[in-house]
């Protein structure tokens, strides 16, 4: 847990994972990629993607179209498929709360009443439910929403430090988008995978083991290369470093428990 030199890094499939405990027991021997999937963000994979759910939800898309009409067009069909798979509309709230905000970056409060129309609620039940979880973004962020846990097993390993860093490097103030558009950093209660300190979650993408000095490379590898070659939509090329200065920095892991997006 403590160890951040030895961490996920390398990337090859026989790499071991310290923090793992399937190291012991029943499981030993399991390399790496067997217990996390080989969905990484950093050298992995040279080529191509891996199929199937491998980023947390909801999906926070670098690009954003804020003037965009929610549920018209393209997302019309998505709003449907999502309605589709509840018994009620009301049971559709959280994923459709999600679809809008993949499409905006945020919700405001225009959102939020015409989701309240669409499922035929009470705004104040959609403004209660959005307002209530962490994950919606009530205010506009940047291309990149870093989310630096400061829970307890992140703190004591670096995680005030870390998110210090981050701000520092970008420029900005908790909850601020950066002047070149490009970050906000805000800190997190416990993103889960606490065997990995400091985490971060840069979009739906899972940074663990970071440390304040990995700081400035991460942010230098968002803006080369982004948070994941395909933003959070499957199967498609991975970037390839042109140099092994430009390879990625530490760490960047999936959110392997995060794979349901509600839509079937
Ligand atoms: S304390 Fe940081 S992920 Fe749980």
């Known amino acids: ?30 390399s790496e990629a067997d217990v996390r999937g080989t969905g990484y963000v950093g050298a992995q994979p040279k080529e191509g993607w891996p199929a199937g759910g491998i980023n ?19 997302y019309a069909k998505r709003l449907e498929r999502i309605l589709a798979r509840y018994p009620t509309k009301r049971a559709a709230l959280l994923p459709v709360l999600n679809l809008a905000q993949e499409i905006h970056g945020h919700l405001a409060a225009e959102d939020m009443a015409r989701i309240a129309e669409v499922l035929e609620l009470n705004p104040a039940t959609v403004r209660g439910v959005a307002t209530f ?77 970071v440390n304040a000095e990995d700081v400035p490379a991460i942010l230098d590898r968002l803006k080369k290369h982004g948070v994941d070659p395909t933003d959070g939509k499957g199967a498609g090329p991975a970037a390839k470093p042109e140099s092994a200065a430009d390879a990625p920095p530490p760490t960047p892991n999936s959110n392997p428990s995060s794979n349901s997006n509600g839509e079937g």
């Not at 996920?8 to 793992?20: F, I, L, R």
């Not at 947390?56 to 929610?70: G, S």
Request: net charge negative; aromatic share 12%.
């Open 1 to 30: 847990m403590s160890d951040h030199t030895n961490s996920s890094s390398n990337s090859s499939s026989s790499s071991k994972n310290p923090g793992w405990a399937g190291e012991t027991g029943a499981f030993s021997g399991l």
């Open 56 to 74: 947390a939800y909801p999906y926070q898309l670098a690009e954003k179209q804020p003037d965009a009409p929610l549920f018209e067009g393209p």
């Open 133 to 209: 979880y962490t994950m919606y973004n009530k205010a506009p962020v940047g291309r990149y929403l870093i989310q630096v846990c400061t829970n307890i097993a992140c703190t004591v390993c670096g995680g005030d430090d870390v998110f210090n860093a981050f701000l520092a490097h970008t420029g900005t103030e908790p909850g601020e988008i950066s002047d070149d558009g490009n970050f906000t950093v805000v800190d997190a209660e416990c993103l889960g995978a606490c065997g990995f300190p400091t985490v971060v979650q840069i979009n739906n993408r899972y940074f663990e083991n």
